[in-house]
């Protein structure tokens, strides 16, 4: 059974930066997926970002190109994700997700087994 623990959720000005982790325990990290997914009140949770095992491949939400970078550290057993020149319209309760498999259907929560409890990133204006 993997745990995921998220940190580095805060409040920040509209433009500024964050950076959340994402800390695995109880399987082989190297060896899972990995993703981010947001939920904004009163809206449907969606995919944000997500990074093969082998950290070499990361794939991104269109509204987040060039603004967030998704990353690990096998060795820490971690994932990050990277928010820059953050929007208030980011502003969600951010997820970071885990599977044995990463699939043709990576951006669908379904496609993820073990989640984590969540962080609240808030932008203002």
């Known amino acids: 059974q993997v745990q995921l623990v998220e940190s580095g959720g805060g409040l920040v000005q509209a433009g500024g930066s964050l950076r959340l982790s994402c800390a695995a325990s109880?399987?082989?990290?190297?060896?899972?997926?990995m993703g981010w997914f947001r939920q904004a009140p009163g809206k449907e949770r969606e995919f944000v970002a997500a990074?093969?095992?082998?950290?070499?491949?990361?794939i991104y939400e269109d509204s987040v190109k060039g603004r967030f970078t998704i990353s690990r550290d096998n060795a820490k057993n971690t994932v990050y994700l990277q928010m820059n020149s953050l929007k208030p319209e980011d502003t969600a309760v951010y997820y970071c997700?885990?599977?044995?498999?990463?699939?043709?259907?990576?951006?669908?929560?379904?496609?993820?087994?073990?989640w984590g409890q969540g962080t609240q990133v808030t932008v203002s204006s």
């Open positions: 997700a885990a599977d044995a498999h990463f699939g043709p259907y990576y951006y669908r929560d379904y496609s993820y087994a073990y």
């Open positions: 109880g399987g082989t990290f190297r060896s899972l997926a």
């Open positions: 990074i093969r095992p082998s950290g070499i491949n990361s």
